[in-house]
């Protein structure tokens, strides 16, 4: 299974972060597998963003969720991410990531990441 991320890299102030990634070597319907978006921003630890899962329901980390909105197009077989109104504070490498069960179980495969820098 293969991910990769894409989208732009450099956003002003207040403008929306939109992300895709692109899921190949399988299907993000299939039962049970859901995909996440997480982010590190530089110095600092791994963020969990939110996931949606099979059944196309999103879930998101309460920190963000006011501004997050994830969803999903199966016939192109990616998911995506949209973040409003960001900050110098989202500066981060944005990753996309598969995985079944629990959030805190882990991931089992990861896009490379992209970085998404935030200044004006």
């Known amino acids: 299974v293969l991910l990769q991320e894409s989208g732009p890299g450099l956003l002003k102030p207040s403008q929306t972060l939109s992300l895709t990634c692109t899921v190949s070597?399988?299907?993000?319907?299939?039962?049970?597998?859901?995909w996440s978006w997480i982010r590190q921003p530089p110095g600092k630890g791994l963020e969990w963003i939110g996931y949606?899962?099979?059944?196309?329901?999103?879930y998101y980390s309460p920190s963000l969720k006011s501004r997050t909105s994830i969803s999903r197009n199966t016939s192109n077989n990616q998911f995506s991410l949209q973040l409003n109104s960001v900050t110098p504070e989202d500066t981060a490498v944005y990753y996309c990531?598969?995985?079944?069960?629990?959030?805190?179980?882990?991931?089992?495969?990861w896009g490379k990441g992209t970085l998404v820098t935030v200044s004006s």
């Open positions: 990531a598969r995985h079944i069960g629990p959030v805190t179980d882990g991931m089992d495969y």
């Open positions: 070597g399988g299907s993000i319907t299939t039962i049970y597998y859901d």
């Open positions: 949606i899962n099979y059944r196309d329901r999103p």
